[in-house]
């Protein structure tokens, strides 16, 4: 059987990863947390639509934290309470921003699967699954037209969700998922909605010959996918891609494609073609952000020492700018005899420059120009000035800085 999400891994990443998958290779499932916990608060929300959703929030929570939730059955460990707080507050915001807010007729998680006839079956007979995050009856009314459709809504909590979500696979996947169970629609109005942007991207496919005709293309276009998920070698392995797609993939530090496409190390190949290193460089970014991942969660207290330095988060001194900042830089850069008056008769300038949100750098760069090579008059002393400028438009604190320190 083919799942949805499964099958994203073959896109996103490479159809070995879903070999990796299959064999139950560990992996971080971190990064999906908040977003399991907004979809179990959205999910009681619309089971029950005459409850205080903020009490059914909380209830969803305390669950998660102390039983977890289970994904197809397979159990889960209980989630932290900081990423499950945070769902349910990406979940709330979205209920309270949001006019159109929820319809008590949706059903929230609704499986559907088909066979390989595309006919709807039970989840034990399926061919191709889904589990769509919300179904619902919809209409469409003008002034001379009515009809009714089906509503195939999917909530996304990544900041990066914009209106391409809609010609996603996954997406395809659920359209012809519910064209299949419901025959009788009209139209199916596919939303992908961003909860935290609070934005909802919209399509209506409508069931007449040009809508089929998308659908029968769509059909193909799954089951190009589904055959590349089943071409597994004669290892019972699917082949691997290391490159870019090694960026985000779950399994890059277990991944052996991956870990052979480190560089030569020692030093057997003499001379490496560029396309070589390129690939190579593009999966050891990949597994320098997937260990910056774990070590960032493990350095939260203190920095791990190793021999040379420290890696981790350390304390660092940092300029700021201020609310001062663009007064202070404005000051300086027009000397005007009378401040008080000059900042009343340029409230734009100041506006302006305020709104360009001067930082260190900015600031250091005005310091230059204004001491160090203004006009032609290069002023003795410049560093000193320029640095008088910066402790006075800019203040110091202390802040957390992800990094490798030598010692
Ligand atoms: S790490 Fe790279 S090669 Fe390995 S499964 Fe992921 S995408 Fe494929």
């Known amino acids: ?118 006919n709807p079956c039970a989840h034990d007979k399926a061919w191709l699954h889904a589990i769509v995050d919300v179904v619902g009856p919809c209409e469409y009314e003008d002034e001379d037209f009515a009809a009714d459709g089906v509503l195939v809504k999917d909530w996304k909590t990544s900041f990066a969700t914009d209106d391409g979500a809609l010609d996603s696979i996954q997406q395809k996947i659920q359209a ?15 939303q992908v909605t961003s909860l935290r942007m609070v934005r909802t991207y919209t399509h209506d496919l409508w069931m007449d010959d040009e809508g089929a005709e998308t659908l029968a293309q769509w059909r193909t276009d799954i089951e190009h996918v589904c055959a590349q998920a089943d071409a597994v070698g004669p290892d019972g392995k699917r082949p691997a891609r290391p490159g870019p797609r090694c960026g985000g993939c779950p399994y890059v530090l277990r991944c052996e494609a991956a870990r052979e496409a480190r560089p030569p190390w020692d030093g057997e190949e003499e001379w490496v073609h560029p396309g070589d290193i ?54 300086a850069w027009f000397d005007p005899d009378d401040w008080n008056a000059w900042e009343r008769e340029n409230p734009e300038v100041l506006g302006m420059l305020a709104a360009m949100k001067p930082g260190a750098a900015q600031v250091k760069a005005i310091g230059g120009a204004l001491y160090q090579s203004r006009g032609a008059n290069k002023i003795d002393d410049w560093r000193e000035r320029r640095e008088a400028l910066m402790g006075e438009a800019l203040r110091v604190v202390e802040s957390g800085r992800f990094g490798v320190q030598k010692s």
């Open 176 to 190: 012809v998922l519910v064209a299949a169970h419901y025959p009788d629609a009209a139209f199916i109005r596919r």
């Open 278 to 331: 390129a690939v190579r460089y593009a999966v050891m970014v990949a597994m320098v952000a997937e260990m910056a991942k774990t070590l960032r969660h493990a350095t939260k207290e203190a920095p791990i020492e190793v021999d040379g330095g420290t890696v981790g988060i350390s304390i660092i001194e940092q300029r700021k700018p201020t609310p001062e900042t663009a007064a202070t830089l404005a000051r």
């Open 1 to 118: 059987m083919h799942r949805s999400t499964t099958l994203n891994l073959i896109l996103n990443q490479c159809p070995f990863a879903l070999t990796l998958y299959e064999a139950h290779t560990p992996r971080d499932r971190d990064v999906f947390q908040s977003g399991i916990a907004a979809h179990a608060v959205l999910q009681a929300v619309i089971e029950h639509p005459d409850e205080d959703p903020k009490a059914l929030a909380e209830s969803a929570v305390r669950e998660l934290v102390t039983k977890g939730r289970g994904f197809y059955g397979v159990p889960e460990p209980p989630m932290d309470v900081h990423a499950a707080t945070e769902g349910r507050d990406v979940a709330l915001r979205w209920l309270a921003r949001d006019f159109d807010g929820i319809d008590p007729r949706w059903k929230a998680e609704v499986m559907l699967s088909v066979d390989r006839e595309w």
